[in-house]
Each structure stands twice: as C-alpha cells, then as structure tokens.
Nanobody, 125 residues
Framework: QVHMMESGGGSAQPGGSLTLSCKVS????????MGWFRQAPGKEREGVAT???????TYADSFEGRFTVSRDIVENTLTLQIEALQSEDTAIYYC???????????????????WGQGTQVTVSS
C-alpha cells in the first residue's frame, strides 16, 4: 500500500524560505515519476515540479527559479525547496506519484494517481 506523508509546511513571511518533504512508503521513488503540486483556495490543483525515474526534473511554467525539487532515494523522500516566498504561494502542497510513462513525467495533476494528504503553506506578513 502506497503511503505518502508531506511535512514542512507552516506560516512564513514574504521573502522567506521553506523546505517541504514527502516521505514515501510502499513504492521506490527511483522507479516512479514523482511530483509536487499545490492547490490554493478556490483554485484547481496545479503542478509545480516533477522528477522522473532517471532523476531529471521538470518545472511548470512560472515555477522556475524559486522552486527546487530533489529526491533522496536512500530515504525514499521527495523534497521541494521554496525561496523568496510570496503571498501567492499560500496553498496546500501535495506530493504525487505515478508509475506509468517512463521518462514522460509532466507536472500535470491529472496524470498522477497516488497522492499524499498535503501540507499547508501560509505566507503573510
């Protein structure tokens, strides 16, 4: 059974940084397309970044620069580092996993089938 647990969210001030983690059990992330997504109030879930089985990362438009996705295949953990936080970054952040597609690993929410419960990030002064 796949289980993904996000952590690291919380409240932060604009300009600060946060590091989110997603601890995974039930699958080996080195074999999967893994991704970070977020959902702001009243909006659809949107892709932030993915990392494929080969370790290559892909960022959705407008997420290059301040967001960095990485993985630790020993700890079976996915990480998202967010720099220069903005109020617009306020959202629930989810990690997702998808075993199809080989190197096809797009930051598209409707491609992913396994999800964590999410971690809330709130950016305000």
């Amino acid at each position: 059974q796949v289980h993904m647990m996000e952590s690291g969210g919380g409240s932060a001030q604009p300009g600060g940084s946060l590091t989110l983690s997603c601890k995974v059990s039930g699958l080996n992330i080195r074999d999967y397309c893994m991704g970070w997504f977020r959902q702001a109030p009243g909006k659809e879930r949107e892709g932030v970044a993915t990392i494929d089985a080969g370790g290559r990362s892909t960022y959705a438009d407008s997420f290059e620069g301040r967001f960095t996705v990485s993985r630790d295949i020993v700890e079976n953990t996915l990480t998202l580092q967010i720099e220069a936080l903005q109020s617009e970054d306020t959202a629930i952040y989810y990690c997702g996993a998808e075993g199809r597609g080989g190197s096809w690993c797009p930051p598209l929410a409707n491609w992913f089938t396994d999800w964590g419960q999410g971690t809330q990030v709130t950016v305000s002064s």
